[in-house]
Structures are given as structure tokens and as C-alpha cells.
């Protein structure tokens, strides 16, 4: 967020490092205090949906609602007013999640009846996103992410020709088990085959003839071997890089060993200086022997 | 397909070009354009199979229908125009799938009651490979199919002895279980077998007697620990072909061996020195020692 | 089997060659006659199970079994004569079989009531071991038992930890949990247990309080998450087969480079001749240039 | 366990040499006897649950019990007798397990109605875990207990993602499916977005709008995909560990550095020839310079 600079110095600059930054331990203290927030929020938007805590409970969960909805409201103007460009960052992803945060609740008070719309307060727990991309996680995450990189093309090539598969054996049993057994139309047929290629298998639907029987049976072997191509695929390249993470490319200028440890400063097979760039200690040492 | 040249020059070379590859913006187009009629055909025959739907659009449905069949063979016209020897064509792989997605339509003229033939139209997703092979994933695309023919034995043979298991498993939980629990042959017990080994468990068919969900129990631990074998193997494979990646092309100036390591300076073979524009250091060495 | 060598020259030994070997056509096309019998001999066996069919085509059926009954007898009988210590084989594992293949329907004839026993001929599936560990796949079956050797201890330690949290989980469940949905003893409730964990889910016993809910959400996970440890054990033993099947161990006597590959005759780097007992074809050919 | 050696030499000692350790014949027995106790006990708890066994073999069954309580109430004494600070021991982790082995039973003497109490007698599964630590597996433990700690913060990160998709869906199709398919309250519908993104499918709650199973299909494929990160995640700190295997232990005489490769010949951090056995071959280099 490069656009994202605080205003001024004082108290925007101070309450900029506390709110959007997680150096000091003011900032930390803040970043705790939200994530406790957010989850004890996200449990009561939870726990009202439960329509016998609702009926014991109800009044003070709207209190409770409340209560998170003018916080939170609080932290967004605080967020707003050190921010030199408010606008711009409402119209970010972590702008418009924290809209859909305290949006409901206040239009619930103009709009009685919009009781669906709460559940859209659910989405406060995107919002933990921000606080963990700022804590500890991120060399992780990384790593994480580049290997997901890396073979997200192979796995998507992987993903798409086996919902080709899907269509073709979800057509197929659809043709052969009768709308009894549940197959009543190709995308009910389609929903059967992702059930039973993923080895999930909820039995709401499942084949009764001997032929759809077989079929299933080739589907449930098909989705089990093919689970070993997108975690062969992301295990390869989680693999490649870890080693790059801890192994240099470069040769020793000596010998030619490779496979050097980030950290070595000599070569482990003949001793030899391998920044090149400046000059082995030793010849100093050596010098003064003489 | 190198038998599959232009005719001649002309219209027909730049229909091939445009219908048969994917270089200039013009054959991209068409291959958009192509993909996008396959899909929304698709999603027409799956829709029109949901009763629902059929009653309120299927005139809508039925026009459409036609429109893509039109196209289609439109397209295979074309295709076997600009082509030297059409028939050869029509009996290649993409041939027969070109045929598949427009006889059905044009059949139902002739034959109104085949109505389970329509269904064969679904097979037209198959078209989306030819899109797919000529398009970016090739690349990565190779490297999937080398790992997976390299395991495809190991993982056979590991499908064999699991194949093993599944019948004798399979028919001992008919041996002991009622047929009141399902299992009234051993047909459908090796498909519980199966159902159970790929941890899809349906639960149609379950086991109801202590000694039979003890066997049960073994089965699933089985299957869940066996799922590491084709995982692992495929794992492996994966790594070696993305590591042989990093082979080089060029064979050596000395004796012709190719597949030497990128990093390779000396022909693993005869020695030779790989780098034909630089000089071999041992030649300095070797001057200094006379 | 070093010690089933054939008893004599002449017909025997050219039987053995057929029966116990693989090297010649003839042993070929016997193996591929056993194979086709064995496999169709198992489906009769399968086929008779189903009511239906037994009822149409139980005499076909019981016709074919003797048929099938008496040329694995005959089988049985000349590898028993060509071997010097017929006894011993009886009583190996592949004698076993051989005697368990028949037995069911000659005993049948005695006891026309042992119904239950015509199953076992289904172990006759295990006959298959045999043909297929003399044909083509010995060199991939032992790259991938040499793997499964190594990493079973760590599986095992695995497993039986994993073992331990069934017992605990599901003992926690049944507390939890009433009579009436199912978990109405601790077999039963770690029954539950391995087909929660296992991810297999047939759904036959499912909690229904909410704690219940939460405690089999947890072991779902858990078992989710488990199945990477030996599926990465088994992975990472795979890889290290495979790569000391294919990079010698040895470095090179020259600069100390290693991970050359097995058919490498020079160093990569340095171009150093690797074979230190042997003499380098190179100095000959330097020798007549002087 | 360095606090609690043995408390005088004679008696005591030998008795911890017995009770905690495992080197001696004597040691190694106890252990077995140990785990038979526990696993025949624990056997008798889940036996002991089911209703018929419990009518006919009931006053068995409590012989028994009394007969594990007395025995394990007799070690848990050996064990407090040759230990210095016995309370210390009664405060660990395996004093507390050992207490609630003997409890439960001690206290239906005193509290006739503490049925649901019994259960905790099958915590003494985890008793196996102390036998299993000092017996045999160390070795492959440590190695899966790195390779599990190294993996853990990347799974955790994968973890928590996953959850706020749990909790996504879960609203989501809270929203979607009317009450009657199951999915009333928003934790009954997290219960399901878990059984199905883990792929055990029970069933026992399923979507029946087709807005729902297309949104159900999509969290099963993602959780299908998903199992990838762990597994390669885990598989790559595995392959780390192993590697790592190959890690000296010796420390440079130079420097004083640690974890070196095997195959290491010079110090990476200093460049000090590493075998103190031998001569460093550059010194000799050196001599011959000047």
C-alpha cells in the first residue's frame, strides 16, 4: 500500500503506525485487541442463527451487535482520518470488507426487514487477513504462495480434463441409471460425479443398476489415483523451493562445487573463498604469518 | 499431423492457418470463438435434460440447438475443404468427435424418437482438447504427461495387487454379512469394496454386523494409508522430470552424447570440453606442464 | 526358489522351463493361458454369487467350474511332477493357493452342503502373484518395495499413534453422544471413529448433538490433515530410490565434485577420468599425438 | 527426566533400572508385560460397553477390572517408591495418566452411580506412549517430530485460510438451502461446510436446491485440491529432514561451527580443513609454491 502514506506527522502519523502497522507494541496490542474482536463478533453473528440461543438470548446478542458495529465503525474513521487518500482506500479489498462489516447492521436500522442481510456481517472474518498478513506469517506465507504459483498452471491443465471427464461419466450414468436412483437430469448427473470423483460420497444420490455400479466404481478409482497428480505437481514444486530458499546457484570459483548453503563462505570440498567480490580473510592472516 | 498440409495455395492455406493453428491474431479469434460455442452447446444440452426447463424453454432450447449444429458443420466443412485428404480427417481421433457432435441433431430429423442419442452431443466438451493442445499448455502440459507415463507402470502394478485385495476383501464381507445389509452378491460387494477402499463410502451398502465392521474398519485404513503409494510415486516423477528440465539440448562436440546437466563444462562421456566458444582451461595447464 | 530345481533332463526340465519360468515363448504363452483362465475362473466364481444369473445359467456355471477345477488339477499335478520335492512346494504359499484353488469343488462332491466354502475358490485372484512377479514388472516392484521397506517403520509408528487418538476420540464420542444416534457401545463408537478419520463417511452412525458435531468436525480434520504425514514419508523415500537408483555416490578423484550419474565415465566439471581402477582411454590417444 | 533418578543404590536402583528404563532383559520384559496389561485392559473397557457382552460376561468383566486396578495400582507404588521426589512425578504428564488409570475404579467403591466415569479407564491407551518412547522407534520418531515441526507454521497458515473458508461457504449456503435440508442454524452449516471440504461426506445433511449443489461441488473440488498443500508441504520438509540426516555432528576445530554435510571437507564458515586425521592437501600446494 505505497499510496497509503500517513498525512502528517503527530497524531496521524502515530495512530497510522498503530492501526496500519505492527512494529511497536502499541500496534500489537492493537492488532490482538481486533483479532479478539473480529472472532467474538463473527461467534455471536454465529450463535444468533441458532433458534433456540436466539430465543433465550436475543436481546443481548443485539447489544452485543452493537457494540462490535460502533467499534468497528470507530476503527474505520480512524483508519480514514489518518490516511491521506480515504476515498481510494474504501474502494480497496480491505475498504469494502470493512463496509460489508458495519453496512448491515446500521441499514438494518432503516430497513427492519432485511434480516438476510445479516449474514453478510459473517464476511468480517476476511478482515483477519490484514491483521495476519502484518503479523509473523508472512516468510511462510511466501514460500506458500510461490510454490502455489509455480504449479497453478499445471494444476489448472490437470483440473480442466477432469471436468471433461466429469461431463462425460456424469452424461453416461445419466443414460443409464433410471430417474429413480436420483439421476434425473444431466446437472443432477454432473453434481453426482464431483460427489463421488472428490471421494466425498453423501449417498444422496447413488447408482442402483449393475452397470451404474460399475461406472461409479471406475469414477471412485479415477478420483483416487487422480489425487496424486495436483499434490505430486504442488509436492515437486514445494520441494524446489525450499532448496532454493537454502542453496545458492553459484559455483565455487576453485573447484566448480555447487549445492553451496546460503551462508557458506568457503567451499566445503576445497576450502576456497566463494565471494568473489572481496577478498578471503585468510590471505590477511596468512600475510602476517610471514 | 504432417499428412494434414494445405492443399494448395490461397484461400484454402489461409483457412488452414486460420482453422488448423493458433499463431496469427485471426486463428486466436477463431479459436475463442470456438471455445465459446462449444461451452454455451454444452450448458444448452445439460439444461435441456432438467425437466423444469425443458417445459418452459425447450423451443428456445431446440432453435439453439439447430444454430450450433449449423455452425458446426459449417466448421467441419471448412475443415475438410482446406485439407489434402478430407476422409483420412474423419477417421483421425478429433474426426470422429467433429462427426459425434453433429450426427445426433441432424439423425433426430430422420429418427424422431432417438432421444437417449442426443445425449452423445455432451461428447463435444472433447473438442475443447484440440483447443486446449494447440494453446499455451503445452509446455507445462509435457511435463504432466512425462511423470505420469514414467509412474504409469509402477502405479499399474500397484492397481493389480490393490485390484487383489478389493476381490478378496470383498468377498470375505460376503461371506459374513447378511443380504439383508446389502451384500446379496459379490458383485456388489466388491463395489462396496471399492466404495469403501477409495473412501468415498456412500454408506447404500453398509456392514451391520460387529465382524463385518471390523473388516470394514481394515479396509478404510487401508485405503487411506495406500493412497500415499501412486501419491508418492507420481511425487517423485514429478521432481525428476522438473529437475531433467534443467537438461540441456546441446549434444557434444567430442562423441554426440546428449542429455548432459546444464551446468555440465565437460562431456560426462569423453571428456570434452562442452563450451565450444570459450577454450578448455586443461589445455593452459597442460602447456605449463611441458 | 533355489531349491525346487528340476528333478531330471528331458520332459521335466523342459516343463519346468514352461511351468516355472518365463524366458521362452512357450513359458510366455502358458503364463498368458494361466492369466486368461485364473481371471475368467474368478468371474465365473463372482457371476455365481448374483441370484439372478445363478438362476438362468447356474448349470453353464457349475459345468465351467469343473472344467476350470480339473485343468488347474492337471496344472497342479505336473508342476508337483517335475519338481524333486513336490511336498515342499504343498507347503509353500504358492502351494497353498494351488491346493486352496481346487479344493472347494472337489471337496463338493463329498459334503454337497458346503455352499460357503465355494468362496475361498476366489483366492484363486492370488495365483495371479505368481505370473505376474515372473513377467515384466520385477524392476519397478522393487524400487517401490525398497520405498515401502523404509518408510514402514515410520508408518507404523504413525499409525499406531494415530490409533491411540481413535480410541480416545471415539470412547469421548460415546459419552457424548446418545444411544439413539447410533453409538451404542465403544466398538461401535470407534468404529465411527476410523470411518470419520479415514474420511470414508458412510454416514451409517453421524452425531446429532451439537457437541458431538464439534468433536466430529475436529477428528475430520485431524484425519484430513494426517493423511500427509505417510503420504510425505512414503514420497520422500520414493525420491531418494529413485535418485540412488540413477547418481552415484562416488565423487570425483579430481575436484570432489558428486551427484554424477551412474553411467558417467567423466567429471562433469573438471573432466577428470571417474573410474580410478581403470586408466583413462584419453592418455593413449595423448600419447600418439606426441 | 533428569530430577528423578533413582533415590539409593540396591533395591531402588535396580527397581528404576526395571520401571524406567529398557536396556536390561529384565527392563525389556517388564515392557511387555506393561503393554499386554494395558492393551488386554483397555480391551475389557470397550467390551465391557457393549450391552449383550455386558449381561453375559458383566461379573467377569469387574474381576478383571479389579485385577488391572490392583496391578497398575502396584506399579504406579514401585514406581513413586524408587523415585526421589515422588509427588514431582505425580504432577508430570504420565503421573497424571497413571492416577486416571486407577481412579475411576478406586472411586465406584466409593461413588456406586459414576458409571459415565468409567470410561476415562481407557485413557490408558495413552500409557502405551511411554513404553513406545523408550522402546525401539526413537530414531524415526525424531526424524517425523522435525519434519512435523519444521511444516507446522506453513500448516497452521493453511489452516486458518482454510477455516475463513469454511466459514464463507458455510454462511453462504446457510443463505441458500431452506431449513428443511438440514441446515439450520449457521454452526450446523459450518458442521457441513467441514464434512464435505474434508471429503468424508456423511450425508446426513445435504444441499437440495441446484444453487446449493453447485456451490456444494465447488467446496468439495477445492477441498479436493486443497489436501495438496499439506501433503506437499509436509513431503518437502520430510525430503529436508532426511537430507539432513546426512549432517555431521562434529564441530569445525577452526571455528567451531556446526552442521556440516557429511561430505564436507573444509569448514564453510572458515575454510579450516576439517579432518584432523589427515593433512589438508593445501598446505602441501603451499610448501611447494614457495
Known sequence: MPSLRPAGVGLR?????IIFESDTRLAKGFDLLLIGL????????????VAVLRARYGEGFRLLEWGFTLAFTAELGLR???????????????GVIDLLSILPTWLSLLIPG????????????????????????????????????????KILLF???????????GSLIYLIEPAEAGFTSIPKALYWAIVTLT???????TPITPIGQFISAMVMVMGYAILAVPTGVFSAEMIRSIRE????????????????????????????WLDEETEDPRHHERGRDH
Chains 1, 2, 3, 4 share one sequence.
Open 13 to 17: 502519523t502515530r495512530l497510522f503506525q
Open 38 to 49: 473480529i472472532l467474538v463478533s463473527v461467534a455471536v453473528v454465529m450463535l444468533d442463527s
Open 245 to 272: 530458499q537454502h542453496y545458492s546457484d553459484e559455483a565455487c570459483p576453485g573447484c566448480g562445487h555447487e549445492g553451496h548453503e546460503r551462508d557458506a563462505r568457503y567451499c566445503r570440498r576445497c576450502g576456497t
Open 159 to 169: 483440473f480442466s480434463t477432469v471436468l471433461m471427464l466429469v461431463t462425460i461419466f
Open 80 to 94: 480514514l482520518y489518518c490516511l491521506e487518500r480515504p476515498l481510494r482506500y474504501l474502494r480497496s479489498f480491505y
Open 199 to 205: 471421494t466425498v460420497g453423501y449417498g444422496d444420490i
Open 114 to 153: 432485511a434480516q438476510s442481510l445479516l449474514v453478510v456481517r459473517i464476511l468480517r472474518v476476511l478482515r483477519l487477513l490484514r491483521v495476519l498478513r502484518l503479523m509473523e506469517f508472512i516468510g511462510e506465507g511466501t514460500l506458500l504462495v510461490q510454490a502455489l504459483r509455480r504449479s497453478s498452471r
